[in-house]
């Protein structure tokens, strides 16, 4: 009887602090993964190349497509012997991969096979986007959470609800968004991505940017105005400020508000976002008329 109860009790904390994967019995020490392969790597390299000769720049296959090949087929695996860890080597893969793609589709397709960030081996799905990808305004959050992960989709959960009430109030629908997130696989028990894995997602974000082309970017939260915008205040200051945003190949308004997440949390804080979503309607309707 004490051990069912310590056992529910356990299951309980868990549940509580988030957890809600097993991912193995045993603890995995990624450093030192990430240290022999660094070492394989470079050893690798080194019997490779002639002596004196330069390092060789980065293949554009992905460096664990080369590494595991059965890894490329669905579903993922959820255990990852060997799984990618972050290293600069997949951030330059990373940009490789999202510069060649020359379409949306292209482009989902390259994510699906790529597996240069850790998350993907614990995400049961790859969460692209949602919505209209010919819109002229693109949302970009975050990372998926439980309910996205499980969907497929972007902001499906409770505050992708309150997300869809939101435009809802400016007359705005799935229809007249393209939704995305700058990390397209959830973190295990919805924790922050970590800064390398939101490194190696960048690229591929931002060629979405490039070939959806909006007229309009909205950052849902702090952590997708930092990483797009490339600012460090923080989302109180920041929100409400329409920014520049260069996609490459034009410069567009960028407006940064409040996650509904938070709001979720702290709805005393709805007013903020009411005004940058008016802030929002505003600027639609002022461009229309031109
Ligand atoms: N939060 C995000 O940032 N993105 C989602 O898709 C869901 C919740």
Redesign the pocket.
Known sequence: MAEIAAATALVEFYREVGVDIALGEAPVDRFEESRLELEARQSRAAAAAPAGAPRPAASVRLPAERARPEAQSQPQARVAPGAAVPSGDEVAAAREAAASAASLDDLRDILARFNGCNLKQTAKTL?FADGNPAARVMLV?????R??DEAG?????R??QLLDRMLAAIGLDRTAVY?A??VPWRPPGNRTPTPQETEICKPFIVRQIALADPDVLVF??G??AAALAGTKDGILKLRGRWLDYDTGSRRIKALATL???YLLRQPIQKRLAWRDFLSLKRHLDEKSGE
């Open positions: 969460v959050g975050e990372a998926p959470g309910d996205e989709l972007p902001f499906v959960g505050s992708g939704i997130n700058v849902l939260g952590a997708s996650h509904p997440a």
